[in-house]
């Protein structure tokens, strides 16, 4: 399957401050890239979904404001934690697809904690 | 709106013994996938397996196999053989349409423990 990495890995971060997380498509363009949230021992909650060149869609219940997503080329789009509160302290999970495949690809996720 | 269900938290299976894993889901949609992905310590997500709605012959990889039974809109996984590295949490997943460009739902995933 397809490689989709994601940086960083883990990061700690004072509260009020910002958290920039990356995720790269390594060998297929993605038209569209997914974040999800994962809670301890929970299952993974769509954020929203991104497709190149667009506008973020958020799901109901996340604060557009707060989770900025830009997508700006086919392999990269970026979620920028905005002034982070330890309530925002998660697993952040990624996924590429695109029209020409059936599939979504993971990266490793991203575990941010916030003090 | 598709909702997905997984009805075993916990499960555990003796080392080369067979599991099967419970998942139904509800959509009035016809055109759609199902999957089991595998989500260990490392939590990493791996796709197991992938079924598309209009194949009535069940998927196969190799020690997993799927009972997909699209009337009842159930989708099953069966592990054979289990190993050690089985061990993990899996989700059952859909996707609406046949293009990568659509959101997974997921379950809220069984905890798997393969025993030695």
């Known amino acids: 399957g397809a490689v989709v990495s994601q940086h960083p890995s883990r990061v700690i971060c004072k509260s009020g401050t910002s958290v920039k997380i990356e995720c790269r498509s390594l060998?297929?363009?993605?038209?569209?890239m997914f974040w999800y949230r994962q809670f301890p021992k929970q299952s993974l909650m769509l954020m929203a979904t991104?497709?190149?060149?667009?506008?973020?869609?958020?799901e109901q219940g996340v604060e557009k404001d707060k989770f900025l997503i830009n997508h700006a080329s086919l392999t990269l789009s970026t979620l920028t934690v905005t002034s982070a509160h330890p309530e925002d302290s998660s697993f952040y999970i990624c996924?590429?697809?695109?029209?020409?495949?059936?599939?979504?690809?993971f990266g490793p996720g991203t575990r941010l904690t916030v003090l | 709106a598709q909702t997905v269900t997984q009805s075993q938290p916990e499960m555990s299976v003796q080392e080369a013994e067979t599991v099967t894993l419970s998942c139904t889901y509800d959509?009035?949609?016809?055109?759609?996938?199902l999957f089991w992905y595998k989500q260990p310590p490392s939590r990493q997500m791996i796709l197991v397996i992938r079924q598309e709605a209009y194949k009535q012959q069940n998927a196969t990889e190799n020690r997993f196999s799927v009972n997909f039974q699209k009337a009842a809109k159930s989708f099953s996984l069966k592990i054979s053989d289990s190993q050690l590295g089985d061990t993990a949490m899996y989700f059952c997943?859909?996707?609406?349409?046949?293009?990568?460009?659509?959101?997974?739902?997921f379950g809220k995933g069984t905890r798997l423990s393969v025993i030695a």
């Open positions: 996924s590429a697809g695109g029209v020409s495949t059936d599939t979504q690809y």
């Open positions: 060998d297929f363009q993605a038209t569209t």
């Open positions: 991104s497709n190149e060149g667009s506008k973020a869609t958020y």
């Open positions: 959509t009035s949609e016809s055109n759609y996938y």
């Open positions: 997943a859909f996707k609406l349409g046949s293009a990568g460009n659509t959101p997974l739902v």
